[in-house]
């Protein structure tokens, strides 16, 4: 084979490590920015938030102090050598100092805080109970909950460590994760004889009935049926009552399809009856523990905010969720000052300094590239949407991820990036980014209709339908076209499930 030379021209891209990190920032979420962040601070010394004082900031603070406690001592030797002053004099000349003191701060805010501080102590009004940080306070879980009314009873010991343990067994709905077997196999060792389980599982069993007569009532059950009864039972006795605890023992698969003439028949009442046993029913709370769940976990913290400014809305950054970074000056200008002589080759330790002093610029630039690529795209997105904030969603446009690329120049993955785990703060509510762009649907008119506001028309709908009739999906379907808008029965049910709504039987009320 006889050798030869061929060129060969190609093109590839070649992802630097500072568009590696760019791109992953602008995916990462408000909290797993924050998490990147702390641990950047936590590896990179380079980096500082820009919250904590600059050193010579320190310094003249600490000189201040020195200065200021100087001069306390020597006005209190002068005020030792003068015999003759008066006690008033004297609390004139300590008033001046403090109000020397206090204007040697910055600005107003500072005295203020200052001054608070200050005449805490001597305050005797009813602002002194006040706890600023009341309103961060994480509510009380349903186990401290119980806890607080197990310790006002006079249960004994082993009782009350009974009582305790399923406490303790109970999971965040309130009902028990684990029967009472379980939970008395576990308090004994395997060769454990007969008599001590049957021991365990009678106190466990007067524990349940401690504990199932605590508040909020209904927790400690076993189930769904056990659960409503227990409420069911605290109410005033009447027929609606018993038909309901009836139902909830044996016909709760009836209730939940609406078969009311299998329920009239099975109970042996009439439709009145059964209808105020569904009310009865529908008032209970099926998930006990949840009015001690812990929302915070469950609040979207939005990314931008959108405001009204003339006739046009305008996009701010939320100012709470944006990091304060900064480059810390003494450290980087350390660096500068141990550089190497031109001509000598830099020390190992140096080379890798400047590194980490590199990758903290570019963990800045790109945080910052981050945000601002958040609100070039979601000043496009609102602008494209004016409608939605002035009517609501049944008034939102079709739009794609490509529509908002072409108009920044972006690509469409970016586009997606930034608006995945992103979140808008709008008069209607907060959303996700993505909840602005939707597919687009066929009009009468040769128009479009957003998928978004085809779902909006269709939850209106129902809520207007008549619970004894509700309609189905091809009522809906019809009702869309009607409207001028060409829906098919399946994406009427489609749109309906994503919206949470059950089918029209189980819509029917009693």
Known sequence: MKPSLQFRLSQHLALTPQLQQSIRLLQLSTLELHQEIEQMLEQNPFLEPEEELPALDVAAGLEYERQRNDSSASDHEAAQKDSSAEPEAAALDTAELG?????????????????????????????????????????????????????????????????????????????????????????????????????????LRCALNWLQHMDPIGVGAANLSECLILQLRVLPVCQAQTTAIAICKSHLDLLARRDTKKLVSALGVDETVLKEAQTLIVSLEPKPGRPFTRAEANIIVPDVIVQKSGRNWKVVL??????????????????????????????????????????????????????????????????????????????????????????????????????????????????????FFGSSLNTEAGGNASSTAVRALIKQLVVAEDPKKPLSDSQLSSMLEEQGIQVARRTVAKYREALKIAPANLRKAL
């Open 318 to 435: 939320n100012q709470d969720v944006m990091p304060k970074l900064r480059i810390n000056d003494l450290y980087a200008q350390a660096l500068r000052q141990s550089r190497s002589p031109r001509g000598t080759t830099a020390s190992e330790g140096h080379v890798a300094m400047s590194s980490r002093l590199q990758e903290a610029r570019w963990f800045v630039k790109n945080i910052q590239q981050r945000f601002d690529t958040i609100l070039r795209v979601s000043q496009a997105i609102v602008d494209r949407q004016k409608n939605f904030f002035t009517h609501g969603e049944i008034a939102m446009k079709p739009l794609v991820l490509r529509e908002i690329a072409d108009e920044l120049g972006l690509h469409e993955s970016t586009i997606s990036r930034v608006t995945t785990a992103k979140y808008m703060s709008t008069p209607f509510g907060t959303f996700e980014l993505k909840y």
């Open 99 to 203: 109000t020397t003191e206090r204007d040697d701060w910055e600005n107003g805010t500072e005295r203020e805080d200052f001054d608070g501080i200050r005449e805490t102590p001597n305050r005797n009004n009813d602002d002194d109970d006040f706890d600023p940080l009341e309103r961060n306070s994480i509510a009380i879980s349903l186990q401290e909950h119980l806890r607080q009314q197990l310790r006002g009873t006079r249960l004994g010991p082993a009782d009350m460590a009974a009582v305790e343990m399923l406490i303790e067994s109970l999971n965040e709905d309130g009902y028990l994760a684990d029967s009472l077997e379980d939970i008395a196999a576990s308090l004994l060792d395997e060769d454990a004889e007969e008599d001590d389980l049957d021991e365990v599982m009678s106190r």
